[in-house]
């Protein structure tokens, strides 16, 4: 694990709070997300209305937050932070989240989560990585909002498939099964963490669970939604 280091991450100013990984002008500098819809996370004309996929066909969770779409800056980011080991990074990509979810919270009126949950990895590819991704970001998250947070809340049962090597079809029926809930999560709000959106199949597939166990609602939170 790399040092936290005490500039920004983009333009390396110095931080009098390194905590906080980027200075106020990156941060605003992020390319802002279209409208979106607050169901899928998908382009849309309103960001308070499901828009007319999540009416015809909604997804098992109920709300969706993101940063910004898959696009440089935090692309790059993301990509230092999984591939090459850069985990310092973490603790500055879940603010980002914080605060995505902080704003959609205001104009939307979300319930606050009694449980976060990260999307797991099987363990052997957790072995070659050293880490999980979404493991790392819902630690300081669970910490800053006082949440319940159990990282074998959730576990893969079995290897699969890379899923950005697959078409949507494909992902889904790599996944099926893929996941065993380890808790129980009857009447609880959760937040199910993650680094990319892409088709959503890998957070369907765990929602439907969670909804099945009884979860009273699910939020999925991550970085990037690809639009």
Known sequence: MLPMQGGCWLCQTPLALPMQGLCSYCLRALPPLPLCCPRCGLPAGDALTACGRCLRRPPPWQQLIA?????????????????????????????????????????RGLPRPDLLLAVPLHHRRAWRRGFNQADLLAQPLARWLRCAYFPQGLTRRRAALIQHQLGAGARKRNLRGAFRLEIHVQDRHIALIDDVVTTGSTVAEISRL?????????????????L
């Open 67 to 107: 940063v910004s779409d898959y696009c440089p800056p935090l692309s790059q980011l993301i990509a230092r932070y999984k591939f090459s080991g850069q985990t310092a990074l973490s603790v500055m990509l879940a603010r980002l989240i914080l605060l995505s979810w902080l704003s959609a919270r205001r104009q």
């Open 210 to 226: 969670l909804m099945r166990a009884g979860a009273a609602s699910v939020q999925i939170w991550c970085l990037c939604r690809t």
